[in-house]
């Protein structure tokens, strides 16, 4: 799993970032923000079909970013901070959207967007909102787990996909995800505290 995540990079590969917004990685990470809203229309309009297309879409153009980013050298400044917020935010939208249309129970969105939201006041106070924490492996995992589980989870709403097999496979990838996300919630929020007490013993 963790070859997979990090798939695309080279040995000894220099780890300089550019610049700029413009590179290719950070085009598709937009394209994919860009998906969520086409995705909650969907939803509204009973496409279940459509809305899963879109949903295994946006999970795989999570790793491609990344693996052009690290493949072809085009990590960026801007892209590190904006593909962790294109993916908390499609996350988000769309367990909030599944608990709504009743697709998932309501501690899907209870468990992403607690500690989301701890994180987040922790960060504005602690920092002004300005600290930039690189993304753990546990956090890239919990991302794909609940990337593949919500398409899965949708399928059984697409005619023919009604099958008990999928709603237990999607349903222990989504609890294995929230807990991942927890465990990934803890390790950030710790992270911020130890950078805290350097600056401030600096």
């Given at each position: 799993m963790i070859r997979l995540i990090g798939a695309g990079g080279k040995p000894g590969q220099?780890?300089?970032?550019?610049?700029?917004?413009?590179?290719?990685?950070?085009?598709?990470?937009?394209?994919?923000?860009?998906?969520?809203?086409?995705?909650?229309?969907?939803?509204?309009?009973?496409?279940?079909?459509?809305?899963?297309?879109t949903l295994v879409l946006l999970g795989s153009t999570d790793w491609i970013d990344g693996y052009i980013a690290r493949r072809f050298s085009q990590v960026s400044s801007v892209g590190k901070w904006l593909d962790p917020v294109a993916d908390r935010t499609a996350l988000i939208v769309v367990a909030v959207t599944f608990?709504?249309?009743?697709?998932?129970?309501a501690w899907l969105v209870w468990a992403i967007v607690i500690p989301d939201a701890i994180?987040?006041?922790?960060?504005?106070?602690?920092?002004?909102?300005?600290?930039?924490?690189?993304?753990?492996?546990?956090?890239?995992?919990?991302?794909?787990?609940?990337?593949?589980g919500s398409p899965l989870l949708l399928l059984q709403r697409?005619?023919?996909?009604?099958?008990?097999w999928l709603e237990i496979t999607a349903n222990v990838l989504l609890i294995l995800g929230?807990?991942?996300?927890?465990?990934?919630?803890?390790?950030?929020?710790?992270?911020?505290?130890?950078?805290?007490?350097?600056?401030?013993?600096?």
């Amino acid at each position: 799993m963790i070859r997979l995540i990090g798939a695309g990079g080279k040995p000894g590969q220099a780890t300089s970032e550019l610049d700029t917004f413009w590179t290719v990685p950070n085009i598709i990470t937009v394209v994919r923000f860009l998906g969520v809203p086409l995705f909650v229309m969907f939803i509204v309009q009973r496409e279940y079909a459509a809305a899963v297309i879109t949903l295994v879409l946006l999970g795989s153009t999570d790793w491609i970013d990344g693996y052009i980013a690290r493949r072809f050298s085009q990590v960026s400044s801007v892209g590190k901070w904006l593909d962790p917020v294109a993916d908390r935010t499609a996350l988000i939208v769309v367990a909030v959207t599944f608990v709504v249309d009743g697709v998932a129970p309501a501690w899907l969105v209870w468990a992403i967007v607690i500690p989301d939201a701890i994180l987040i006041i922790n960060v504005l106070i602690l920092f002004g909102g300005r600290l930039r924490l690189p993304v753990s492996n546990i956090g890239k995992i919990r991302t794909a787990l609940l990337l593949v589980g919500s398409p899965l989870l949708l399928l059984q709403r697409v005619e023919g996909f009604d099958q008990l097999w999928l709603e237990i496979t999607a349903n222990v990838l989504l609890i294995l995800g929230c807990i991942g996300h927890v465990i990934a919630f803890y390790g950030y929020f710790t992270a911020s505290h130890r950078v805290y007490r350097l600056e401030r013993t600096a």
